[in-house]
T-cell receptor, first 112, second 113 residues
Framework: GQQVMQIPQYQHVQEGEDFTTYCNSS?????IQWYKQRPGGHPVFLIQ???SGEVKKQKRLTFQFGEAKKNSSLHITATQTTDVGTYFC????????????WGAGTKLIIKP | EAQVTQNPRYLITVTGKKLTVTCSQN?????MSWYRQDPGLGLRQIYY???????DKGDVPEGYKVSRKEKRNFPLILESPSPNQTSLYFC????????????FGPGTRLTVL
């Protein structure tokens, strides 16, 4: 079945370093969403990308959607302790069901 | 305040004892769904509902039931829970299935002994 692979599963960074997580779909997506889940919390919507090649920024976060609408990335510049959590991508299928297919998440850990 | 609520937040039960996890949203959303979250597996959809009296299976529906008698409520029913249903459960809602963000409830951590 259709999958969205997300890597890496974990990333340890020193505070101030950059962080990137990548999502790759086996098929073309209608759009892709990104969510953040703080430890002990629930997923919270960050952004939705719809257009081929789209790039959106939210302060230190940069989101990209690939030209083929099969891959996406989230890049955080100069991580802060408030960035700790797990970041999920969720790609929406192109068919009539519009089902969301979730990546397994990337856990961002800030080294003390 | 716009929100999705779930109850209970934590539940420990025994194999075979029927239970219901409630979910309610106050945003007049059409679409509601249930997910389970297990380490390394991300979020997997159990059931979803596109509107009142319209429900359908997600990716992992076995052992679960749902109902949507009112727009705001979408309870998850485990008729005969088993240990492999020990998980963290999230209810989510959105205005429409095909677009827009999903709003998640705070989660229900279920342990089946």
């Amino acid at each position: 079945g259709q999958q969205v692979m997300q890597i890496p599963q974990y990333q340890h960074v020193q505070e101030g370093e950059d962080f990137t997580t990548y999502c790759n779909s086996s098929t073309t997506l209608s759009n892709i969403q990104w969510y953040k889940q703080r430890p002990g919390g629930h997923p919270v919507f960050l952004i939705q990308l719809v257009k081929s090649g789209e790039v959106k920024k939210q302060k230190r976060l940069t989101f990209q959607f690939g030209e083929a609408k099969k891959n996406s990335s989230l890049h955080i510049t100069a991580t802060q302790t408030t960035d700790v959590g797990t970041y999920f991508c969720a790609g929406r299928k192109m068919d009539s069901n519009y089902q969301l297919i979730w990546g397994a998440g990337t856990k961002l850990i800030i080294k003390p | 305040e716009a929100q999705v609520t779930q109850n209970p937040r934590y539940l420990i039960t025994v194999t075979g004892k029927k239970l219901t996890v409630t979910c309610s949203q106050n945003m007049n959303h059409e679409y509601m769904s249930w997910y389970r979250q297990d380490p390394g597996l991300g979020l997997r959809q159990i059931y979803y509902s596109m509107n009142v009296e319209v429900t359908d299976k997600g990716d992992v529906p076995e052992g679960y039931k749902v109902s949507r008698k009112e727009k705001r409520n979408f309870p998850l029913i485990l008729e005969s829970p088993s240990p492999n249903q020990t998980s963290l459960y999230f209810c989510a809602s959105s205005f429409h299935r095909g677009s827009g963000e999903q709003f998640f409830g705070p989660g229900t951590r279920l342990t089946v002994l």
